[in-house]
T-cell receptor, first 113, second 114 residues
Framework: AQTVTQSQPEMSVQEAETVTLSCTYD???????LFWYKQPPSRQMILVIR??????QNATENRFSVNFQKAAKSFSLKISDSQLGDTAMYFC??????????FGKGTHLIIQP | AAGVIQSPRHLIKEKRETATLKCYPI?????VYWYQQGPGQDPQFLIS???????DKGSIPDRFSAQQFSDYHSELNMSSLELGDSALYFC?????????????FGPGTRLTVL
């Protein structure tokens, strides 16, 4: 079974700063997908970015980018030019095959004005 | 764009009662997933369906059952409710099963068991 670990329960940065959220995972699968989901106070789960394990190029989506280190089983999320609306819980998630997602415990990100 | 619809959005039940949660996937999506998120917890995968057949099973209690109907909507049936069942229940849908297919989440049903 796979596990996902997020070692930062909470982070706080100033608006416009850059912040990096950490995620490590453990799996014996060779092909899998990694995701970052955002859960704002509304509790809606919103996909931020995803990475396919067989792709070496790091995924980017506007201000969001990942640093995927397959050998180290690391998948960090970088948020540039952080905005107040980025305040939320961020969950790292793993998927392989047709299974449901396995989530980490989450990081509560607070953007200070 | 159409999103995943869940009903009801809020539900209050007494211990030992039953509850039924409904999920209407995005049109043309044939795969439905159910997740349970307890207070301050990460979402836990319960069960999934593809083309009206159970596809995968996670940590779903034996007191819970689910099915997917011919119109692809899904229902999660919960019996003998316990206080610990109080949680936010998400339904997600995707076009075809497989890890490469993005799961789109509904707004969730908040179940409170008193």
């Amino acid at each position: 079974a796979q596990t996902v670990t997020q070692s930062q329960p909470e982070m706080s940065v100033q608006e416009a700063e850059t912040v990096t959220l950490s995620c490590t995972y453990d799996t014996s699968e060779s092909n899998y997908y990694l995701f970052w989901y955002k859960q704002p106070p509304s509790r809606q789960m919103i996909l931020v970015i995803r990475q396919e394990a067989y792709k070496q190029q790091n995924a980017t989506e506007n201000r969001f980018s990942v640093n995927f280190q397959k050998a180290a089983k690391s998948f960090s999320l970088k948020i540039s030019d952080s905005q107040l609306g980025d305040t939320a819980m961020y969950f790292c998630a793993f998927s392989s095959g047709a299974d449901g997602l396995t989530f980490g415990k989450g990081t509560h990100l607070i953007i200070q004005p | 764009a159409a999103g995943v619809i869940q009903s009801p959005r809020h539900l209050i039940k007494e211990k030992r009662e039953t509850a039924t949660l409904k999920c209407y996937p995005i049109p043309r999506h044939d795969t439905v997933y159910w997740y349970q998120q307890g207070p301050g917890q990460d979402p836990q995968f319960l069960i999934s369906f593809y083309e009206k057949m159970q596809s995968d099973k996670g940590s779903i209690p034996d007191r819970f059952s689910a099915q997917q109907f011919s119109d692809y909507h899904s229902e999660l049936n919960m019996s003998s409710l316990e206080l610990g069942d109080s949680a936010l229940y998400f339904c997600a849908s995707s076009l075809k099963r497989g890890a490469y297919n993005e799961q789109f989440f509904g707004p969730g049903t908040r179940l409170t068991v008193l």
